[in-house]
């Protein structure tokens, strides 16, 4: 277990050895200058002109998909097909910025993570070796991973608890049932006070899973286009330079879309459906268009939503998912059109942090398969297979429907970020027993997240559920028009609460302990995170369970493969 002392360094320590930095209560720095002595924290990149990333001169890519090493169905069922993939955690080089190279710790050892797309119905298991070397890339501790598949309905072994430790040269299998809707969802590590450095260090990468009732609405292929958006500072030789301002957050001068510095994306003239991920630390986001033209909402954290929302603007915080359409048949071809960042309260912006990427609008090609006709205005999730298995369909929920009602309140109290007054630090010394909560199998309950702090914002995620927002103390009291869909991250802004109702659905596995956390990793790692449990909290024990092993097997066993990709730009 990492000692407190430790602790401290993991916070203060950058690419420099950083120290000095002040920690207090509201000490958050609003330098933006590019340069800095080497004794002071890096709040920009130290590049020098021609290795700093001039906006949209980038082209746009996507991850590349990884194709599994197995297929097959289990037991010879032809109605229990499954899929086996493998993944390397492993050192690797990426060209983020012009002329100079750059370290990241990557799954495949690239940044973002090779695509796993995976169908409602097949079951997935996803092998990931720790290759990375003993001590960690940008914190003195071991380089020790986690890995969480965000927005899956995994049993607490395979859901990336924060103890569950993979160590260099260990291996484990995790196991994913994807009975779950059509959602976006992403992998990522998840160890306790170093998630920020690791993810930062480029361990995130998309599993996008589809069904039939997702297929039949919304764009595939070409038009599926997944966005991660990031944001990173650099020192002068291109390597990762890490600033938590005082164990408030990182704010980056750079943002990256897939890995590239606001890119140009050349688009046709279609509907485009977008999957946007904010994998920044802490940097939250509003997106807007140039044009101020609205941009179509079809999608949220877990799953579609049942009436589309148009919106000139949208808030989103570090993890959730929005899934929008945008519509460029209305543009002439050359045009350009951006897609700016109008930030919001408590984020550290710089010159060009107010610019995400470009579309440049292309002549029509091609045989448009995976196209659609129009904007829809209302989706059809086929929640209603929930009942299969005792569920209820997340956005068919009500109030009369809760068994419990719960409240958690998120704040700084002694220099440590805290829910109701518990850290994780508590949760480890009571054994793994101390519970917030302890819902019974597909109970549902109302739980309302309270943020009741002036000074920063706290992007919630619920480890298991889906969830739907019936309250906010802003807005008139409604959600937003953006989140009126199924939802695990939810955005407690400044003095803003938020209630929402659950079910505890964790398929035909039982139950377990679950985590819930503020998903600004730095406030999560220090020390702002409880856990429930689903039943008893005996059964599915995350750290017992299925421990991670020794892999014993020959280097070069799983040679990644990968689908072939669009064009470069596309």
């Known amino acids: 277990m990492t000692t407190r002392r430790e602790i401290f360094k993991l916070g203060a320590v950058g690419a420099f050895g950083l120290a000095g930095l002040k920690g207090g209560e509201d000490d958050i720095p609003t330098t933006s200058a590019t340069t800095a002595p080497a004794t002071l924290p890096v709040t920009a ?7 700093m990333p001039v906006p949209y001169a980038g082209v746009f890519r996507r991850p590349p998909e990884l194709v599994p090493y197995q297929t097959g169905f289990d037991g010879g069922d032809p109605a229990r097909p499954f899929a086996k993939y493998a993944l390397t955690q492993k050192l690797g080089q990426a060209k983020f910025v012009p002329g100079l190279n750059t370290t990241v710790a990557g799954y495949n050892g690239i940044f973002p993570g090779p695509t796993i797309r995976a169908t409602q119905g097949t079951r997935i298991e996803v092998r990931i070796r720790n290759g990375l070397p003993p001590l960690g890339l940008l914190q003195p501790g071991a380089f020790d991973t986690v890995t969480h598949l965000h927005g899956s309905a995994s049993l607490p072994q395979y859901d990336g608890y924060a103890n569950d430790i993979t160590v260099p040269g260990n291996v484990k299998n995790y196991r994913y049932p994807n009975f779950q809707t ?27 899973l589809s069904d039939k009732y997702e297929r039949a609405q919304l764009p595939q292929g070409e038009f599926d286009v997944p966005l991660m958006i990031s944001d990173a500072m650099f020192n002068a030789d291109g390597s990762l330079a890490y600033n938590d301002n005082g164990r408030k957050g990182l704010w980056g001068d750079i ?15 279609r509907i485009y459906r977008f999957r946007v991920l904010i994998a920044s630390i802490s940097r939250s986001y509003r997106p807007t268009l140039s044009t101020g033209d609205p941009i179509y909402v079809v999608g949220t954290d877990a799953g579609m939503v049942p009436n589309v929302q148009a919106v000139k603007s949208w808030r989103q915080g570090t993890a959730e998912r929005y899934e929008v359409l945008i519509d460029f048949r209305k543009y002439r071809t050359g045009q350009l059109i951006e897609l700016r960042n109008l930030s919001n309260k408590n984020n550290i912006d710089f010159a060009n942090t107010n610019k995400i990427m470009r579309f440049q609008v292309v002549a029509d090609s091609g045989s448009g398969a995976g196209a659609i006709a129009s904007i829809p205005t209302t989706l059809d ?29 998120f704040f700084r109290a002694n220099g440590q970020w805290t829910v109701n007054g518990v850290t994780w630090a508590d949760v480890e010394k009571s054994g793994f027993t101390k519970l917030f909560g302890n819902p019974q199998p597909f109970d549902i309950e109302q739980w309302t997240i309270v943020n009741a702090s002036g000074g920063w914002f706290h992007p919630v995620h619920i480890h298991l559920i889906d969830a739907k927002i019936i309250a906010r103390n802003t807005n008139g009291g409604q959600p937003f028009a953006w989140e009126k869909g199924p939802k695990d991250v939810f955005y407690a802004g400044e003095n803003e609460s938020i209630t929402a109702l659950m079910q505890f659905d964790t398929g035909t596995g039982g139950g377990g302990r679950y985590m819930i956390h503020c998903h600004n990793l730095v406030h999560e790692d220090h020390d702002m995170m409880v856990q429930f449990s689903v039943g008893d909290l005996r059964v599915n024990d995350p750290i017992t369970s299925d421990p991670p092993v020794l892999d014993t097997t020959a280097p070069g066993a799983f040679p990644p493969v990968y689908r072939p990709g669009f064009p470069a730009g596309t």
């Open 45 to 51: 990149s130290l590049l020098a002109p021609q290795n």
């Open 182 to 208: 059509a959602r976006t969802l992403w992998y990522h590590d998840h160890k306790h006070h170093i998630t920020a450095q690791n993810v930062y260090s480029g361990l995130a990468g998309f599993y996008p």
């Open 255 to 269: 943002i990256m879309v897939n890995g590239v510095p606001w890119p140009t994306m050349k688009v046709k003239p």
């Open 381 to 409: 999730d086929g929640g209603s297979v929930n009942a299969a298995r005792g569920g209820i369909a997340t956005m068919s929920l009500t109030p009369a429907m809760a068994k419990a009602k719960r409240e958690m309140r």
